[in-house]
Nanobody
Framework: VQLQASGGGLVQAGGSLRLSCAAS????MGWFRQAPGKEREFVAT????????DYADSVKGRFTISRDNAKNTVYLQMNSLKPEDTAVYYC?????????????????WGQGTQVTVSS
């Protein structure tokens, strides 16, 4: 499975970005991020059906994960961005169809896309 994440960039604090991840097949999906000098952390996850989602406390109310299975694409809409959201964002896919916040549950990882939020 090849995962292709896109949509990262440079944005001012308070701005928005939408990340996309193309993934063919039946998978639950997740977004994780890794800031310089920090460990990779969970951001959001969505079940295969799209009816179940979960978020890290740090992004609740600001980020929304969604998917369009007809287009084999998962999205992460990021609003009210903060400088602390700066990181490389990775999408990941897991064979079991239920969502999970645990990185070790994921079978496939994309290459990452850089998100930089300036203050």
């Amino acid at each position: 499975v090849q995962l292709q994440a896109s949509g990262g960039g440079l944005v001012q604090a308070g701005g928005s970005l939408r990340l996309s991840c193309a993934a063919s097949g039946r998978y639950a999906m997740g977004w994780f991020r890794q800031a310089p000098g920090k460990e990779r952390e969970f951001v959001a996850t969505i079940s295969w059906s799209g009816d179940s989602t979960d978020y890290a406390d740090s992004v609740k109310g600001r980020f929304t994960i969604s998917r369009d299975n007809a287009k084999n694409t998962v999205y992460l809409q990021m609003n009210s961005l903060k400088p602390e959201d700066t990181a490389v964002y990775y999408c990941a896919a897991k064979k079991l169809l239920l969502r999970s916040p645990i990185a070790g549950h994921y079978d496939y990882w994309g290459q990452g896309t850089q998100v930089t939020v300036s203050s």
